[in-house]
């Protein structure tokens, strides 16, 4: 009852600051609303700085520094462009958690608290936080063996915080569900219980250390992309420890120019190692902004924040593959073909509609350099296309796509001329060769090897069949009674037997 209560009052507060911020009833609604709703936005934001700044804009702002919970519920609905339009999905993944760092005093309790003994007897030095966000914080740190370490260490009261805010957000998202039926179609509720299971799997760092593992053993055939090596001694649910990397961020062009690094080979590399976890593994890393990727002293592309991640099918992987494939290609009927075998249009539509439609957003990009290309519209259009042809699309592959946008951001900041698609050529060849073609033939093998079977298994009666002839010629010769001969006479000359009166005779 009392926490009913609290839920509801803190659920007041944050509808009061979207409000403030403009991004409970926005403006651009204000032709779409009545007039009673329109005074009341006017009246809540009236004295504010809203003005001029885009809708998403106004809700990261209005979210960042009110929690954990709110900050990732502004990035999950970042990954969703398919839903709230890629303009608002690029503003509010630009959502930085504004959270001051807390104590090292705090932090050192936490990992004594976790490991059962004093922090002397773990690390010889550790530092002030190096880095502070929303759930945890960075310090340096080095092992008695000598290692230099990054250690990451949740915020202390983090998960009670985090579940009172989702229930705060989940006790939203029903009164909106109830009660507003235009925002139905989003499945707030659903929405907001995907957010929780997602975010529980956050809190816990032994699933980013796993994440960080599997990842750094499927990249080990990419000498010059680094993953940070887990250590496991000295991580546990609420720390994760990595191997310390000193690395120089990749938006900083001009240290990476005074360094001599080839950027071009760095940009081919975030392309090709990134299709390669998506479709090689169908398990890719879902946070790869600049502010994740550094340059190592050996000149090595280093990555480091496993915190989301995406997993992909067998099946949605080749879909994948096929579809981008077929825009490599210019094969718009295979990138078609590709959606409906994977069921993402239904089938009522038209195969070569739909091609169409591809090619419509295809043939304009094809062979354009990054610079002349603007991937986050050509990402819109396709999102357009999925609209009129009331495309089902699976999260993970939407969050493919925005994944594949951002490294394409990447990649162009690290060399404007690269072309993309020649870029990514060579790694889904590969794939659709090894995997869809030998795919292809083993489909057409089993077809073959069923047919086989069913003969095999028809034999024992053919078998029967053929001994009983055998039998009746032995003894005498082969005897058809009457209605035999009249039904076989009538089969020979295609006339339809007579039911009842051609009836097999005994
Ligand atoms: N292995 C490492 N070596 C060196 N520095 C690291 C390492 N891992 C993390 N850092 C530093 O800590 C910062 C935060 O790390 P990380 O991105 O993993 O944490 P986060 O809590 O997910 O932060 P954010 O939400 O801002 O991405 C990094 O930007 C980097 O400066």
Redesign the pocket.
Known sequence: MFRGLSDLLRLLRITWILARHDALIPREFDRQVPSWVRLVGKVTRFGTRARGRRPGQRLADALAGQGPAYVKFGQLLATRPDIIGLEMAEDLAKL??QMPPFPQAEAIREIERSFGKPIAELFTSFSEP?????????H?ARTLSGSD??V?VLRPGIEKTARREFRTLLLGAKLTQRFVPAARRMEPVKFIRTLMQSSELELDLRIEAGSASELRENLAEYPDLVI?EVDWQHSARRILT??????TPVTDLEALGARNIDRSKLAILAMRSFLSQALDHGFFHA?MHQ??L?VDEKGRL?L????IMGRLDEKARRAFAEIIYGFIRRDYRAAALAHFEAGYVPEHFNVDAFATALRAVGEPIFGKKADQLDMSRVLQQLFDVTDVFDMHLRPELVLLQRTMVVVEGVARVLDPEIDLWATAEPIVRDYVKREVGGKAFARQAKANFDAAKDLVEAFPEFAQAAENVAGQLANGGLRLSDDSIERLARAIKGKPVRPGKDKPSA
Do not use: M
């Open positions: 930085q958690d190096v880095a502070a966000a929303s759930i945890a914080q960075v340096r370490v990054a990451k940070p990595l191997q310390w990397i000193e690395g946070d502010g994740n550094f280093v480091i924040d496993f915190g």
